[in-house]
C-alpha cells in the first residue's frame, strides 16, 4: 500500500477506534495509548515507510513535533524522517480520538 493522506487518516481512524474501545472512552488513558501506537507502527520504525509517508503526505504536525523535540547532536536523515513520521502519526490518531470521542458525547 502506497500511503497518501487519506490513507494515513484511515488508518488513525482505525487506530482511534481501537484504541478507543480499549480505554472505554477515557480520553487520558487513549492519548497515553496512541503514544504507544504511534511508536510501534510500521510507518514509524522502518525508515523506508517513514520516508514514503514524508514524500507523500502532509507532516507540517510531525514538522513541528521534530522542531519542539531538539536540539539534536547526532541526528540522521533516517531518524529526522521517522521522528516527523511519529509526531504525525501521533497528531492523527489523537484528533481522530477527539473527533468520536465528540461525537459520542453529542450522541448521548
Same mark, same amino acid.
Given at each position: 500500500? &502506497?500511503i497518501?493522506?487519506?490513507? /494515513?487518516? *484511515? /488508518?488513525?481512524?482505525?487506530?482511534?477506534?481501537?484504541? #478507543? +474501545?480499549e480505554?472505554? @472512552?477515557?480520553?487520558?488513558? !487513549?492519548?497515553?495509548? &496512541?503514544?504507544?501506537? $504511534?511508536? @510501534? +507502527?510500521? %510507518?514509524?520504525?522502518? =525508515? +523506508?515507510? !517513514?520516508?514514503? /509517508?514524508c514524500?507523500?503526505?502532509? &507532516?507540517?504536525? @510531525?514538522?513541528?513535533?521534530?522542531?519542539?523535540?531538539?536540539? %539534536?547532536?547526532?541526528?540522521?536523515?533516517?531518524?529526522?524522517? &521517522?521522528?516527523?513520521? =511519529?509526531?504525525? /502519526?501521533?497528531?492523527?490518531? $489523537?484528533? !481522530? #480520538?477527539?473527533? *468520536?470521542?465528540?461525537?459520542?458525547?453529542? $450522541? *448521548?
Amino acid at each position: 500500500m &502506497t500511503i497518501n493522506d487519506y490513507k /494515513l487518516n *484511515e /488508518l488513525a481512524a482505525e487506530i482511534a477506534a481501537e484504541i #478507543i +474501545s480499549e480505554c472505554d @472512552g477515557d480520553r487520558d488513558a !487513549a492519548i497515553d495509548r &496512541t503514544h504507544e501506537r $504511534a511508536d @510501534g +507502527s510500521e %510507518w514509524v520504525i522502518y =525508515y +523506508s515507510k !517513514a520516508h514514503e /509517508l514524508c514524500q507523500n503526505c502532509n &507532516t507540517d504536525n @510531525g514538522a513541528r513535533f521534530y522542531e519542539d523535540c531538539g536540539p %539534536w547532536d547526532d541526528i540522521t536523515y533516517d531518524k529526522i524522517a &521517522t521522528m516527523i513520521a =511519529y509526531g504525525e /502519526l501521533f497528531y492523527r490518531i $489523537a484528533r !481522530a #480520538i477527539d473527533a *468520536e470521542i465528540e461525537t459520542a458525547e453529542v $450522541a *448521548e
